[in-house]
């Protein structure tokens, strides 16, 4: 009975020691808790994407991360959302934007991402206007 003890005591003290170990090299919780957010249609120069995790707070524009995207940027990483289900977004592209809406977190890939359709008309500077509409259209360009 005493050697079962032991050995238990050993199992837990190693599993404590260790575990921090793997779990930092293996890098799962800080992926899962991060979130790349990915903005399809963006054809303007520069879009700003606000999230808020809850609808009030949304609406009282209490933002938990705004996020700053260029056309040929790299999609930013906003820690600290990778759990949530979904998140309250504004879009604002050329001083355009739409109210606050809810989006699903996509749990497919890892780190989880956060896809943004433009769901707006954009007209930009020399006369272009562009189309996007939500669920991963593609832009249609005219002139």
């Known amino acids: 009975m005493r050697r079962l003890v032991d050995t238990l005591i050993l199992l837990l003290v190693a599993y404590t020691i260790t575990w921090p170990l793997v779990r930092s090299w293996a890098g799962g919780d800080e992926q899962m808790s991060s979130l790349v957010v990915e903005v399809r249609g963006l054809r303007a120069p520069a879009a700003t994407v606000s999230i808020a995790t809850e609808a009030d707070s949304a609406r009282r524009s209490e933002w938990v991360a705004v996020a700053e995207f260029h056309r040929d940027g790299d999609s930013p990483v906003i820690p600290q959302l990778g759990a949530r289900d979904s998140v309250w977004v504004l879009v604002e592209v050329d001083r355009m934007s739409v109210p606050p809406y809810e989006l699903a977190v996509d749990r497919s890939s890892l780190p989880p991402r956060l896809v943004v359709d433009l ?25």
Not at 134 to 140: E, G, I, K, R
Request: charged fraction near 30%; aromatic fraction near 8%; glycine fraction near 4%.
């Open 119 to 143: 769901p707006f008309r954009l007209e930009t500077d020399d006369g272009s206007r562009f189309e996007v509409a939500p669920a991963s259209s593609t832009a249609n360009e005219t002139k």
